[in-house]
């Protein structure tokens, strides 16, 4: 019985966190777009446009700021999630569909993390990514060609940043949000099994004696 009571906790959390991930993930996406107004994705502008936004577009630095941090906290809450739904573990169609979204999901948050590294063309993103090229290069076989892609056949510049900013902004965000919503939806359709499962249970234990012993 502990166990039970505990299984549905699991899965209730579950479905609050994915809740918590789906809100963080449009709160990072509609910062993102707003941010796009006035960032310029280029080597030279790109720093000097997000100086401008935090100092001289009125409210600039807190939509910049939350998408840094709704960034930064969907990764953190992916992670707990995955936690939550290995230690709750349930063999059901609704369980494999969260968790193989649940999983897709946190990637997706990890690269789009990754791909926003170079796109404030500070010198501590400039030279991390400068340390992941050379890391994705020594990838047998497809490594140069990764490189080639990422910086566009050159060393990191401009292109270089248009590139991550189109992965970014076209690609992963909304591949992110897409399986945001699968991931919640899945949880929900769990949660409705769970409450019929309950409900057909404490129907049958309602049940008088007489037909108990009938049937």
């Given amino acids: 019985m502990q166990s039970t009571q505990f299984d549905r906790i699991l899965r209730r959390l579950a479905t609050i966190l994915s809740v918590v991930i789906l ?35 009125p409210y600039g630095w807190l939509f910049h700021k939350t998408h840094d941090i709704a960034g930064n906290a969907v990764i953190a809450i992916a992670l707990i999630q995955i936690v939550v739904m290995f230690l709750g573990r349930q063999f059901r169609q609704s369980w494999l569909t969260a968790w193989i979204s649940g999983i897709l999901f946190t990637l997706s948050a990890i690269a789009l993390d990754w791909t926003a590294m170079l796109l404030d063309w500070t010198q501590e993103g400039y030279w ?6 050379g890391t994705i290069e020594a990838i047998p076989f497809i490594g140069g060609e990764l490189r080639d892609i990422l910086t566009g056949g050159g060393a990191i510049s ?11 902004s076209y690609i992963i965000s909304p591949v992110a949000l897409f399986l945001a919503v699968v ?32 049937s």
């Fill in 23 to 57: 809100t963080l993930c449009l709160i990072d996406l509609t910062t993102g777009v707003l941010l796009s107004f006035y960032y310029e994705p280029t080597a030279g502008g790109a720093y000097k446009s997000l100086q401008m936004i935090d100092t001289q577009v």
């Fill in 128 to 133: 991390r990514f400068s340390i992941e090229l």
């Fill in 158 to 168: 401009t292109i270089t940043v248009q590139h991550l900013y189109a992965l970014n």
């Fill in 183 to 214: 991931h919640l939806s899945a949880l929900l359709w769990q949660e409705r099994e769970m409450y019929a499962e309950k409900v057909s249970s404490s129907d049958y234990t309602q049940l008088p004696e007489a037909s108990l012993v009938e």
